[in-house]
């Protein structure tokens, strides 16, 4: 049982980096905007224009 | 029909404007959207229309044909001066700056505007808020221009403008700031000392060794003193304060439980006492916080803009010397005495008197007044009001704080500050409470001195932690937040937290006239053909017309036009012009009649403007200001819900008792000023908590003073920013949805505050007899809680 002597002080610490991990990321305005950065995410790059071209020519010719 | 591929709006079938998007050709309302579909087009980034989740808003003008005042505000973008104004300088010409973008409807808007600023050479840090609609920007002035980004933000369609923030906004953002931290110590801590409390509890029934008591409950007692300290500091601040004002607030029981609980846990370590608290001392702490900070979320309103006046008054003007040269400088530097050029379709910089030109000034935004007022040399003219059709030249008479619009300003602040201060149900019942809670407290604490006086502390200390608030205080808050959620997403928008609750009390609405009711636009009402023409009236007004700057211009249109000859423009008067060798005159009744006395007199004395061929008038029109498509309706459901409507307008014009009938309101005033209107309202019984719906600059004091007041989404700035609520949507139909929103929400949050007192009133005999475990105290405390929020989500959905 005496085990808890240490991990119990490591727990605390766990806690302790946590807490300041958290105001700094606060601080540095991470927090500021929950929005934007869940969508950013979702969209890839651009169309490359290559591609863009070659995809336009496929759909002249609808699949029927 | 189609509807426009960009912005969503019915493309009209008389037109054929495409542009080919994701490799078809897509259907366009008009050239400003196919101009920035193209634009999108061509950056590469066509992507953003898979993106996107909603339409976009119909750009105003396309980056070739941007009005005078915004071209001239581009130059001046690059003007150092100016620079050291608006934005931050690191060194090397590199500068920061913020920036508000109008037009932002969903997330890929975002994405598309910094991908596309990324491109720019010199720009090395863009960033978008969604929530607040600011740009953060950091660029090397050498490498671009100011200027040049944000031309480029105008041709994908959207509006900026430099944002400065004042010192309360600064304040409030802080503030927001320090509160999560708050709340995410107490979680954070919450967690642990109930992990720490674990053995404890287990250790009453199975038995634990003392020395592992004492260590669990030093480390309790380790992870509960920051959360104290720093999490639970807003409640002792303001129980101090409350202290110092004799006056009850709910911060007075909550401090006294988190404190007694704390100081008594931390005795009982010390001194191996009989039971410790620190779990539920973090969890009131935690369960209050969040309720605060629901609140504060719900009450914080979004994408405010700052620069209220800024944002009216144009940034540029034209100077002219006395050597006859013309300068252009910032607004800022015109001085009394300058002579100043207003172009047509500028706004006035300054008040002044005019040395030069006559032309039409367009003055709804101060005074109401829906049609715009004939000026000539040596007539005063009012900063923030429109030049319509000619170039003026002013003399300034005033400037900055001293000009017509910043009177209303010094109005306005008045007018905040008398604001009646309604008293919120919360905090009634929370006075009665908390004189509740601490007469029961000393009398248990007296009744077990007798009894048991070694008992007496603990089981006092157990009455203020069952009875501790924490459902009370969810009450109010999860309501709120859960009823403006919904308002929101219904494009109705919630500023100030006491809105539902007076809503409630209203017995009167009084609405605006210009702009409100109406939507601020003339058209033609009714043509009156006086004689039979082979040509049509209309086809003839319009092409007259077709070439003039003046809003009444507007109201004619017509898809073929006719060649018109010598056509020449009577300022104030009308128009005259030669069609098919035939002349042909439109205007007012004087206008024509200066010729021919007789037979030119209008039906009756509403704005009447009359077509004439030589000597004979063919038709007269009635131009009137159309009234938005869903008042009637709307103002029939307001009255079924037992409020009294009204209307206040500015206007002088037989207009307003013509609104005033067709919407079948039968209290009205019309020609009132801004403090007409402050006084109206002032002789208002203030029972009645009136509510005032307006939009102009005219209604701007009144909204501040206004018990409750309402913003068309189209409003000036200024309008908005003082408003309670804002009709993001335009929609007149959300009213009577907004009032029925505000009688459910207080309906939950009755049911709530009934709720949680039940189980407070419960509780208290148990806890009063000694009888109640600290356990089961906390775990009371989280399914009453829970039952609070469950009810509030009942808010979610917008009654019908």
């Known amino acids: 049982m005496d085990i808890i002597f240490i991990t119990v002080p490591v727990t605390i610490l766990f806690i302790a980096t946590a807490v300041a991990i958290f105001f700094w990321a606060n601080k540095g305005g991470q927090y500021d905007d929950l929005d934007s950065p869940a969508h950013r995410i979702l969209f890839d790059d651009d169309v490359q224009t290559s591609e863009n071209e070659s995809k336009t020519d496929e759909d002249q010719e609808p699949p029927k | ?800």
Not at chain 2, 244 to 256: A, E, F, G, N
Not at chain 2, 493 to 510: A, M, P
Not at chain 2, 696 to 717: C, E, R, Y
Request: proline share 4%.
């Open chain 2, 1 to 800: 029909m189609t509807d426009c591929y960009h912005c969503g709006q019915v493309a009209p079938s008389n037109i054929e404007l495409t542009a080919r998007v994701l490799g078809e050709e897509r259907a366009m309302c008009c050239i400003g959207c196919q101009t920035v579909a193209n634009a999108i087009v061509q950056s590469g980034s066509e992507s953003f229309y898979q993106f996107r989740t909603d339409t976009n808003t119909t750009p105003d003008f396309t980056l070739d044909n941007l009005p005078l005042s915004v071209r001239q505000e581009l130059t001046l973008y690059d003007n150092s001066d100016v620079l050291a104004d608006i934005a931050m300088h690191l060194d090397n010409q590199t500068y920061e700056t913020v920036l508000i973008i109008e037009g932002i409807t969903c997330a890929a808007c975002a994405w598309l505007i910094e991908k596309q600023l990324q491109q720019f050479k010199g720009v090395n840090n863009v960033q978008l808020n969604l929530s607040q609609h600011k740009l953060y920007l950091r660029w090397n002035q050498d490498n671009t221009a100011l200027s040049e980004i944000i031309s480029r933000i105008y041709s994908l369609g959207f509006k900026a403008q430099p944002y400065t923030p004042d010192a309360a906004q600064q304040q409030l953002q802080a503030e927001q700031k320090t509160s999560i931290q708050r709340l995410v110590l107490a979680a954070l801590g919450t967690m642990q000392a109930m992990m720490f409390a674990v053995p404890l509890y287990v250790g009453e029934w199975s038995g634990i060794l003392l020395q592992y008591e004492t260590y669990f409950r030093f480390a309790g007692l380790f992870i509960t003193t920051p959360v104290i300290l720093y999490s639970a500091r807003p409640f002792f601040t303001a129980f101090v304060r409350d202290i110092k004002t004799r006056h009850l607030t709910m911060d007075v029981p909550v401090s006294i439980a988190i404190g007694g609980a704390y100081i008594a846990s931390v005795y009982s370590t010390f001194t191996q006492g009989e039971e410790v608290y620190f779990d539920s001392v973090c969890m009131f702490t935690f369960f209050l916080l969040v309720g605060r900070f629901l609140e504060a979320r719900a009450r914080l309103r979004n994408g405010e803009a700052g620069n209220e006046l800024h944002n009216l008054m144009p940034r540029a003007c034209v100077k002219i010397l006395e050597s006859g040269e013309e300068t252009l400088i910032p607004a800022s530097q015109v001085a009394i005495g300058d002579c100043i050029r207003i172009l047509p379709g500028n706004t006035i910089a300054a008040d002044g008197v005019i040395l030069n030109g006559s032309s039409s000034v367009d003055e709804s935004i101060i005074t109401g007044e829906f049609i715009p007022l004939q000026k000539n040399t040596g007539d005063p003219v009012i900063a923030g009001s429109l030049n319509v059709e000619n170039p003026l030249d002013i003399r300034v008479t005033a400037i900055g704080k001293n000009t017509q619009i910043s009177t209303i300003m010094s109005l306005l602040d008045r007018a905040s500050q008398d604001k009646p201060k309604i008293a919120q149900l919360a905090d009634t019942l929370a006075q009665y409470f908390v004189a509740g809670v601490l007469i029961t407290s000393v009398v248990v604490f007296t009744a077990w001195y007798f009894i048991d006086s070694d008992r007496a502390f603990w089981i006092t200390l157990s009455v203020l932690v069952a009875t501790c608030p924490c459902a009370l205080s969810l009450a109010t808050p999860t309501a709120l937040t859960a009823a403006t959620t919904a308002l929101r997403q219904n494009g109705v928008l919630i500023t100030r937290g006491h809105v539902l609750e007076t809503l409630r009390k209203s017995k009167r609405i009084i609405f605006d006239k210009t702009g409100t009711l109406t939507l601020g636009q003339l058209t033609i009402e009714q043509t009156q053909i006086v004689d039979q023409y082979n040509e049509d009236p209309l086809r003839i007004a319009a092409s007259l017309e077709h070439f003039s700057p003046h809003p009444i211009a507007h109201a004619f249109q017509h898809e073929e036009l006719l060649p018109v000859t010598q056509l020449h423009n009577h300022v104030g008067e009308g128009i005259s012009g030669v069609i098919d060798g035939l002349e042909y005159k439109i205007g007012t009744a004087t206008f024509i009649s200066t010729d021919m006395p007789e037979s030119a007199s209008p039906p009756d004395p509403r704005h009447w403007i009359a077509l004439a061929q030589g000597d004979n008038v063919i038709a007269w029109f009635l131009l009137s200001d159309e009234i938005r498509p869903q008042a009637k309706a709307s103002l029939q459901s307001l009255k079924r819900l037992s409020l009294q409507c009204e209307l206040l307008s500015g206007d002088q014009s037989t207009h307003v008792a013509h609104v005033a009938g067709t919407l079948n309101i039968e209290r009205f005033h019309g020609g009132v000023s801004p403090q007409g209107k402050l006084d109206y309202l002032a002789k208002q019984n203030p029972e009645d908590a009136s509510i005032m719906v307006g939009d102009g600059i005219n209604d701007v004091p009144v909204l501040a003073q206004a018990p409750v007041s309402i913003a068309i989404g189209s409003a000036s700035d200024l309008a908005k920013t003082h408003a309670d609520v804002i009709l993001v949507s335009n929609q007149l139909a959300r009213l009577p949805q907004l009032i029925k929103q505000a009688h459910k929400t207080s309906r939950i949050i009755k049911q709530n505050l009934a709720w949680s007192l039940l189980y407070n009133a419960s509780v208290l005999p148990l806890a009063a007899f000694g009888l109640l475990p600290p356990y089961l105290a906390a775990i009371g405390m989280s399914a009453s809680s829970l039952v609070v929020v469950f009810n509030a989500l009942r808010l979610n959905k917008l009654p019908k």
